[in-house]
Structure formats: C-alpha cells, structure tokens
C-alpha cells in the first residue's frame, strides 16, 4: 500500500501525496505522477479489507490531456484476462492485460519515455 518511486525517480518531476485513506472497508490511495516529457499518470487503488481485492486503475495521459494507455480492472469485460484489461490509445482499443500494479505501469512507462 506504501508505494517507493526511488526506482523511477529520474522520471518523475511532480507528484501529489499518496497517502492511504482508512476506512473500515476500504483503505484508498490516490495521486498523481509527473514525468519528464510532461506526462501524467492518474492512480487509485482501493484494497477491499474483507477479500483481500485491490480495485485499480491507471491512466496515462499527455500534459494536454490526450488520452495514451489505462490498465483497469473496474468491470468485467469479454476478454479471456476480465475484470484485468487496457485501453490502449483510446477509451474504445481494449486489451487483454495481466493484473497490474503501480511497479509495473511505471516500468512501462518508464521504457516508453526512456525510448523516445
């Protein structure tokens, strides 16, 4: 639930606080990243308490706000990986993708603007 940006920290600029939120069911994190070509990545993990489910989405997007890659799991889809997918370039290219975490978006990411 404590995330470490140590690893990638050559890639990030700017980042909003991500400090869970504990409720009795729920503990939320949510924020932000920055990243050197101006970049955004939008977070939110919500940890179920009594399953043990993690309910997450990350959405990359351009400092304009263009749309560039989500990884969710928010609702099942007609994909063999469902509720785990990706919307890759618009919210309507979805993908099958494996469970995600935070880690492993930012390896992408960081693969994808260290390559350009």
Do not use: C
């Amino acid at each position: 639930m404590i995330h470490n940006f140590h690893s990638f920290r050559h890639l990030i600029v700017a980042s909003t606080s991500f400090e869970p939120v504990h409720r009795p069911e729920i503990t939320q994190v949510r924020g932000h990243l920055i990243f050197t070509d101006q970049s955004v990545l939008h977070v939110r993990e919500n940890y179920i308490v009594a399953t043990g489910w993690i309910d997450y989405s990350y959405h990359w997007q351009t400092d304009t706000h263009q749309f560039i890659h989500r990884w969710d799991n928010a609702h099942p889809v007609d994909l063999s990986t469902s509720p785990h997918h990706q919307h890759i370039g618009s919210e309507n290219n979805v993908h099958p993708s494996e469970p995600m975490t935070l880690e492993k978006v930012l390896a992408f990411i960081a693969s994808r603007i260290t390559s350009d």
